[in-house]
Nanobody
């Protein structure tokens, strides 16, 4: 059974930080591209950051320089360090595992991040 379980969301003031974690089980984690997506109310789900099995990272322009994605293949986990948070970062954040080779794609259940005073 494949499971992606996010944690670390919450309420934070503008300028604050959060570290999101995603624990993964049931797949060959190290070969998957891992990504963080977010979906704000009334908007489409969009890519925030991704990290390939090689360690190459990709970021949305809106979070470059503020967010850092990382992975620990030994722990089957991916992280999103989010700094200098802004109200517009408020969304549900989803963990994603993708393998084009295996034609497999999995989602977590999401964790709410709210940036507000």
């Amino acid at each position: 059974q494949v499971q992606l379980v996010e944690s670390g969301g919450g309420l934070v003031e503008p300028g604050g930080s959060l570290k999101l974690s995603c624990a993964v089980s049931g797949i060959g984690f190290s070969i998957y591209t891992m990504g963080w997506y977010r979906q704000a109310p009334g908007r489409q789900r969009v890519l925030v950051a991704a990290i390939r099995s090689s360690g190459i990272t990709t970021y949305a322009d809106s979070v470059k320089g503020r967010f850092t994605i990382s992975r620990d293949n030994g722990k089957n986990a991916v992280y999103l360090q989010s700094d200098s948070l802004k109200p517009e970062d408020t969304a549900v954040y989803y963990c994603n595992a993708d393998s084009r080779v295996l034609n497999r794609n999995y989602w977590g259940q999401g964790t709410q991040v709210t940036v507000s005073t």
